[in-house]
């Protein structure tokens, strides 16, 4: 499993891997959480296949320079991102998590963080737009299209129903996913075979 896992790695990233294997260990060698690959084989949410710290360490910056409070993780699975913007960033953050035994591990984790949320739910539920957030963290949780663009067009209606400017971290989605995006700013941009990370901002294009 793990030869399969890492071979795929190396299709997917090909000349970033060197790059994201070299993260990987730094950050996992000074305390950092690894990188567990949960293939859950659900019809409607996707695997929980973590960011790479190559990819957390350069949204990490944009973070930084934008001064945000408070993000949300939509699939956080063991909290992984969630870990790493907290040792580097003052923020809150809510992390949604639909399997429960990621929802546990990643509970137990921040249990006695004041600035951390852990929340057990399905996010389609739309719970977690009563939050006030700056930045919306996507790691490609939804297998569908339809109900995927049904996410991002309710939280964009929601933001702009309070003409809130937010901001939208993709990871790892395809390009037919980016399309709902179109009409916003396009901010930072890194990704090869639908591998990534994309930053969009929802103030329209000038």
Not at 76 to 103: A, H, P, Q, T, W
Not at 118 to 138: A, G, R, T
Not at 180 to 187: A, C, H, M, P, V
Request: glycine fraction near 4%.
């Amino acid at each position: 499993m793990f030869i399969r896992n890492l071979i795929s790695i190396i299709k997917a990233y090909r000349f970033l891997f060197i790059k994201i294997f070299v993260y990987e260990i730094f950050y996992i060698l000074i305390g950092f959480k690894g990188n567990n690959i949960n293939l859950k084989k659900d019809n409607r949410l996707t695997d929980n296949i973590p960011c790479p710290y190559y990819f957390l360490k350069k949204i990490e910056l944009f973070l930084k320079n934008k001064n945000f409070k408070f993000l949300i993780d939509l699939g956080c699975g063991s909290g992984r991102s969630i870990y790493f913007f907290n040792k580097k960033l003052k923020m809150d953050f809510v992390g949604i998590e639909y399997f429960k035994e990621n929802y546990l591990k990643s509970k137990k984790i921040f249990e006695n963080y004041q600035n951390i949320k852990i929340i057990n739910d399905d996010f389609m539920s739309f719970d977690f737009l009563k939050f006030n957030c700056d930045c919306y963290f996507i790691n490609d949780p939804l297998r569908n299209l339809e109900e995927y663009n049904k996410l991002i067009l309710k939280i964009i209606e929601k933001n702009e129903q309070s003409n809130k400017v937010v901001y939208f971290i993709l990871i790892n989605i395809g390009k037919d996913k980016h399309k709902i995006f179109n009409k916003y700013r396009l901010l930072e941009n890194l990704t090869i075979n639908d591998r990534g990370y994309s930053i969009y901002s929802s103030e329209e294009k000038k």
